[in-house]
């Protein structure tokens, strides 16, 4: 969610404006008009607009005479393949930089996007990765010379795998036509974002194809599913009918809420929905133990709750601190005290003492949001879940160790067995149906630190159980303060695991953690890592609607490293002087926490030498001391695991260096080009290849949906691979590349598929502008100075 400067939540309600054909006053209607569209939109009901050229001086004052903020683009040209051509990057960084510089301190500019939906195939074809690096610079451009302004990127459902890890917040453009469709995709989308707000910067329905009776409709329930499922800003596509884009005035749609001539459609006079209600009895159960740190905070978030829940129970875990002080400023809440027994058997006292027909448990250096429990009770609505919980995201750090931590590895995180269903969710966030949690015998006292939410969510399941993962019902979660207690804390995990593996032994394997069926959420899962090395589905010839990264159990190589396996390499290197075996574990885990400690929460953008230092040794400290409190205890205890081990599925460094799993202008392909002044595309021009390949004596063999290729082409036992882009240009240009790599180390004689390149090509009308000539693509000099300046 976004917060005002006095901590008020705040969700945009917007509109896009534009792009309109270019007059005298630029890509904009003229002044009478733009004021009047202004004071239209206001009316409405909407509170800023979403516009794709960089704003005029006349419309930033419009805006500001009708308390409109702007969500602005920066245009640049980002339609063709920027990443062999270098100097687009730095074109864009320039104009990047001068937008930001200019309204980098006017109040009505509420946010930037610095690209908008790189088109799918062109993302394959030029890399991921390699693209998710130049938006990232872009966007570091805006943080250096706007540090006030929010910065983001919007991309949509075909390449999803595209979300800035420096992102301010996290923007999609979608359009889907049936409500439950939207809800489970906007469910998803709270997963990618993470711990950022999510906007959906695009939403809409074209008139003149489904008549605004169904638009009006969609509108409606879009409006209510963006409110269930707390995005933090939607903006409908789009404000009129009026449309300019690729040099050419757009007839065919009619996405707008008003005509051209400005008149209102049935869509206007649909008003945002009330927040509703469930109807579940919610008492909230605190268990405190020395908390007075942080239990203010806690007990002020539940007064503020939108929906007061049925009653709050403080369990004091016998403190001896000023904790029953504070929770007497808090007379309406039930304040209990018990001998120092240990959380389990705290939850299990606010267990018996609640009357409602939910327990809703979180702890006392957590802050609910104000809508907390509001979304756990819409969800108990539903008598299919028996538990349900949210995320649980750091506050703003207060100080350089504070957000270190926040960033380091091993804070509490949601396991999921797909975007809405959880095999596991934290405890500090967690509700469960009484008679549920009363029915497995509430929770094991024997976990009295950590480690009980485990075994709860395990019981829970075994009995029947389905637990719901709700991205809304989010509690602001403080990570410890001090190294020490930071430390101290993955060392009770540790204890807590080989707790866990005495009654679990099955779920855990040798020399490892617990064996979950589900993905793990949070603690840097939503940075979706080196994306060349990862599974992204791109469906045939790269055209599937929705592009996703495979996640399960498939991890990079330098995240395995991580563990326990250069924990012994330490061990043996000073037990046993294998100085040189056990010294390369040792380095790969030096390494991997390196790589690690790259990654910074949002708290701080620009990392000083000492924050990075701090970071590092806590990723690198805390396998250590995790795993090594874990062996300890499975020791003690006898707690031998008992499940099936098996080398888990790593992505190799390698990998990436096969020919198939290359993007095609990163590996040293021959690239050719045709150009259509009729609107002729790539897909044109591999129907043809196929039509036309016996004649050349050509097999073609298709390549898998996860290939950057779109086919392997054999000819007298020599193998290829061919890939191909179109880039859109004006009107009804085309220019499309073809890029051909022989398979193997040695070159194969490529003519015979450049005559059949050629005649392809003239069959299906496109041209070739300075014949048929090939340049490698790839080179180390072609690729230098990528990033913008």
Known sequence: ??????????????????????????????????????????????????????????????????????????????????????????????????????????????????????????????????????????????????????????????????????????????????????????????????????????????????????????????????????????????????????????????????????????????????????????????????????????????????????????????STDATAEIASGFPQFRYVKQHHAGLSAARNLGMKLATGEVIAYTDDDCIPDEDWVRHLSLTFDNTAWTAAGGPNLSPPPRNVTEACVAAAPGAPSEVLFNDMEAEHLPGCNLAIRKAALEAIGGFREEFVTAGDDVDVCWRLHEAGGRLRFVPAAFVWHHRRFTVKAYMRQQAGYGRSEAMLMRRYPQKFAWLGGARWRGSIYGDGAGDLGNLDRQKIYFGPYGLAPFQCVYAGWETGFWTWWRGLPWLFGLMLSILLGWSYGCGALLALGIIAAQRRAGRFDDGIKQPTLWQRSLLWFLCLAQPIVRDWARLKTVIKLKAWPRGKWQWPKVSWPWHAFRADKRPPVLSGARLYEFWSDQGVDRESLLSQ??????????????????????????????????????????????????????EGWLGNDVSPLEEWLAQSARDCGMSLPHGLHSTVVGSKSEMSALQPR
Not at 1 to 20: A, I, S
Not at 700 to 720: A, L
């Open 1 to 318: 969610m976004f917060f005002d400067n006095e901590n008020t939540k705040l969700r945009l309600n917007g509109v896009t404006y534009g792009p309109f054909a270019p007059t005298e006053a630029g890509p904009w209607p003229d002044p009478s008009q733009l004021q009047a569209d202004m004071m239209q939109i206001r009316r409405l009901g909407f509170d800023c607009i979403r516009v794709y050229e960089s704003p005029s001086d006349f419309l930033v004052e419009a805006c500001r005479q009708q308390g409109l903020g702007i969500v602005a683009g920066i245009p640049w040209t980002q339609h063709v393949d920027f990443i062999s051509q270098p100097q687009i990057a730095r074109e864009a960084g320039q104009q990047v930089r001068r937008a930001s510089r200019r309204w980098a301190h006017e109040p009505v500019i509420s946010a930037f996007l610095v690209g908008n939906e790189i088109e799918k195939t062109l993302v394959r074809w030029m890399g991921p990765e390699q693209v998710r690096e130049v938006i990232e610079d872009l966007i570091s451009i805006v943080q250096q010379e706007a540090p006030g302004k929010l910065v983001s990127y919007a991309s949509y459902p075909s390449t999803e795998y595209l979300i800035p890890r420096n992102a301010d917040f996290v923007s999609f453009n979608v359009f889907l036509e049936k409500s439950e469709t939207l809800a489970v995709y906007l469910q998803r989308l709270q997963n990618l974002a993470g711990t950022r707000p999510l906007v959906i910067s695009e939403f809409g329905l074209d008139s003149h194809q489904h008549g605004e009776a169904a638009q009006a409709q969609v509108r409606h329930w879009f409006e209510e599913e963006a409110w269930r499922a707390g995005v933090a800003g939607r903006f409908w596509f789009s404000f009129t009918d009026e449309w300019h884009r690729g040099g050419e005035e757009v007839t065919g749609w009619d996405f707008g809420l008003v005509t051209r001539e400005r008149r209102e459609k049935e869509a206007c006079r649909i008003t945002p929905p009330q927040p509703v209600f469930g109807q579940s009895r919610i008492s909230v159960v605190v268990c405190t133990h020395n908390g007075s740190a942080t239990l203010r905070e806690c007990l002020d978030g539940l007064q503020r709750q939108n929906q007061p829940p049925h009653e709050v129970i403080i369990v004091d875990d016998g």
């Open 689 to 742: 290849l196929i039509r036309k390949a016996s004649q050349f004596d050509l097999l073609i063999t298709p390549t898998d949906n996860e290939s950057y290729w779109d086919m392997k082409v054999t000819h007298v036992g020599k193998h290829w691979w061919l890939s191909s882009v179109t880039e859109y240009h004006e009107s009804q240009r085309r220019l499309t590349r073809i890029a051909l790599r022989a």
